[in-house]
Nanobody
Framework: VQLVESGGGLVQPGGSLRLSCAAS????????MNWVRQAPGKGLEWVSS????????YYQDSVKGRFTISRDNAKNTLYLQMNNLQPEDTAVYFC???????????????????WGQGTQVTVSS
């Protein structure tokens, strides 16, 4: 099983990035998928989730209206479009699979079935 994030980088405040998470080794379409981040010196913070099948999406209040989660089950890929990025969005972003089709909003790694290695997002002028 692998979850491989990409698309991170350095961006100025107000800028945009699109993160991708390529999944392999499991039936991606059957699982709720999630983005979780960890800022320097801080704990894990749930960002956004998307259920399988219904594709219902969920967002942390601080990213609502700026971030959009989506998935392409044919490509086994999860996305996070991030617009109007702010310095407080600086973090390592992880994609993670739920234990089922539902969304997971936990800040504890053990509550996710599969976990990626993360991609760094730095928002700075």
């Amino acid at each position: 099983v692998q979850l491989v994030e990409s698309g991170g980088g350095l961006v100025q405040p107000g800028g945009s990035l699109r993160l991708s998470c390529a999944a392999s080794g499991f039936t991606f379409a059957n699982y709720g998928m999630n983005w979780v981040r960890q800022a320097p010196g801080k704990g894990l913070e749930w960002v956004s989730s998307i259920r399988s099948i219904t594709l219902t999406t969920y967002y942390q209040d601080s990213v609502k209206g700026r971030f959009t989660i989506s998935r392409d089950n044919a490509k086994n890929t999860l996305y996070l479009q991030m617009n109007n990025l702010q310095p407080e969005d600086t973090a390592v972003y992880f994609c993670a699979a739920s234990f089922g089709s539902h969304a997971t909003t936990s800040t504890m790694k053990e509550n996710y079935k599969y976990w990626g290695q993360g991609t760094q997002v730095t928002v700075s002028s």
